[in-house]
Each structure stands twice: as C-alpha cells, then as structure tokens.
C-alpha cells in the first residue's frame, strides 16, 4: 500500500501510553523546528467524531453488526483524511495520529474475525494513497494493559469522561488478546511500515526509542 511521507500513526491497546508519547514525540519534533499536527482517530474532523460517538455508545453493544463497525471507522478515516491529514501533509507538516487504519487490521480484521483481505480492500479505498509511512506498536500484554488502566481509576476514554466503560471497553480479555496478536503480525509481516516496541519498561527509555524510529524516517 502506498504510503504519505512524514505520515506516522502509534497503536496499541488501551495502557499502552500511545497519548503521552505522542505528546513528548511531537514536542520533540517541534523543538527541532517542525510543524506537527496530532489527532486521535476515529475523531479529528467534526463528522469523524460524531462517528467515533456512535462506534463507542455503549448502547449499540451486541447490535453493531461487525461490518457495520468496520465501515464506520472507514468513513470517519476518509474525512479525516479530507480534511485534515491531506492538506496538513500538503503544506509540509508532520501528522501524527493516535490509531489508524492498522487498528482496523487489529480490531475488525484480526479480533472480530472479519480478515485482512476485506479489511485491505476497503482501506485502499478508503486511503487512497494517505497511509502512514511508520506505525509504531506499544506493546504490552492484556494482564499489563488491565493493571495500568485499573491504577488510573479505569480505561483512559472511560477516565477522561467519569462515565462508564464505553462499547468496545465492555469487550473481554481474550478479545482484546486478538487485538494484540493483530498488531504484533503486522509488525512481523510488514517491517517496512509497522514497528512493535516493548512498553514494559521506563517511560523515558520507551519514548527514546519511539523518537528515534520517527526521526530515521525524517
């Protein structure tokens, strides 16, 4: 798949710190200079986070059919893509985004069993050419994922708004086990583009090692 120079992503399952270390990334990166545009996806644009609100009501759990979710994430993508990402890597800056597209792979390809050709098909449609150059993994295991979000007083999306666990927070560990795996073959089957990094170590040494994967690609 053809990818956007100066495009990166991070991924991980919930605890994994992709927030902080984007911020301390593109800190990073502006202090040498570069324009940075951040965004969580899905979200970013207006309509992208009137989709993510929909993907996470808690009341569409076990009625959003499958493809129905895949699709979702797809359009909220393919405006954000439009709106933001597109003309932000057209004036020279650099995007970082919090998920992307290898979520999709992770998620509703890997977790949900939907597979990665339908989850291609529709992401070459869908990204037309604005696919990050480097998707950086923070792994960890689900037990880790658990304990880290458990000391936060709950999952970050939950913790952000005080309410309760959200559609996709309400999924099981062997679930979420699958998301893993999904990220952790894409590392292994796509070197080129995906990257996986330990997260169960100081944060310091983490961030270190994600800044210098970003900055080979500058």
């Known amino acids: 798949m053809k990818t956007a120079k100066h495009f990166f992503s991070l991924e991980g399952i919930d605890g994994s710190g992709k927030s902080t270390h984007i911020e301390k990334l593109a800190n990073a ?3 040498e200079g570069y324009s940075v545009v951040r965004l969580r996806e899905p979200g970013g644009a207006k309509i992208s986070e009137r989709i993510r609100e929909i993907l996470l009501d808690a009341s569409f759990k076990g009625v959003m059919a499958d493809k129905t979710e895949l699709l979702l994430y797809n359009a909220a993508r393919a405006q954000v893509i439009a709106e933001i990402i597109q003309p932000a890597l057209d004036a020279g800056k650099i995007v970082i985004a919090d998920r992307f597209a290898w979520s999709t792979f992770a998620y509703q390809g890997y977790a949900r069993g939907l597979g990665a ?17 480097l998707t950086v993994v923070l792994d960890l295991t689900v037990e880790q994922s658990r304990a880290r ?13 005080g309410g309760a666990p959200d559609r996709l927070e309400q999924e099981k560990a062997d679930f979420f086990e699958r998301v893993r795996q999904g990220y952790l073959a894409a590392a292994r ?5 995906v990257a996986a990094i330990d997260v169960d170590r100081p944060f310091e040494e983490v961030s270190a090692d994600l800044i210098k994967l970003v900055k080979s690609r500058l």
């Open 29 to 31: 990166l502006e202090a």
């Open 117 to 133: 050709d339908m989850v291609q098909r529709l992401t070459e449609l869908t990204c037309d050419g604005c696919f990050p150059e």
């Open 149 to 161: 979000t458990a000391k936060r007083g709950g999952a970050p999306r939950t913790a952000k708004r």
């Open 189 to 193: 089957d796509y070197p080129d583009c």
